[in-house]
């Protein structure tokens, strides 16, 4: 405990460290993920493909690409690119179903309504698809934050690990007090961006609420 008080600016520094090294990825993980899940939902060949792809790309282990990117980039060993780069395949890897499956929910009856209203397929995909997608879209966002909040600490291993760090320097020393404090931090932290999540999926989808009121 004593550890713990001694070093509160250095594990928030190290937690904000993590943070950004997690969402990085999640944001462009989500911009790539919506073009591929989109041709996923229109055309059967494109699922067939890119589904089981994104499936056996998250079946990697994450130490290996951590170790791989350096090779793939052309980056140093210590370059955080690395871990931001796996962890955005890892995203991509999630987020290609769950976009499919949010927008393949949507009810025809409205995107022909919306057609019949005169919007032109990218207008219809931003004002009624995606919105209305938001719900289960969400969800694996959710997943894959969370995700890429524990899979940073793997990063340690290669010396870019946010607040994994602590987990190798604390096994070095003999410290339990560093691991346990990574571990309490890790926590907070993806419990921290699951409360902030759930209330941005609130505030995107007013309808949802107002439906469950009646």
Known sequence: MTWILDHLDVLFATSLDHLWLALIPVVAGLLISLPLGWMASRWRLAKSILVPTAGMLYTIPSLALFVLMPLILGTQILDPLNVIAA???YTVALLVRSV???LAAVPPAVTAAATAMGYR?????FAVEL???VPVLLAGVRVATVSNISLVSVGALIGVGGLGKFFTEGYQRGNPAEIIAAIVAILVLALLMELILVITGRVLTPWARAGGTR
């Open 87 to 89: 962890l955005t395949i």
């Open 121 to 125: 397929p990218l207008g219809r995909f």
């Open 100 to 102: 499919a499956d949010a």
């Open 131 to 133: 919105p209305l997608a």
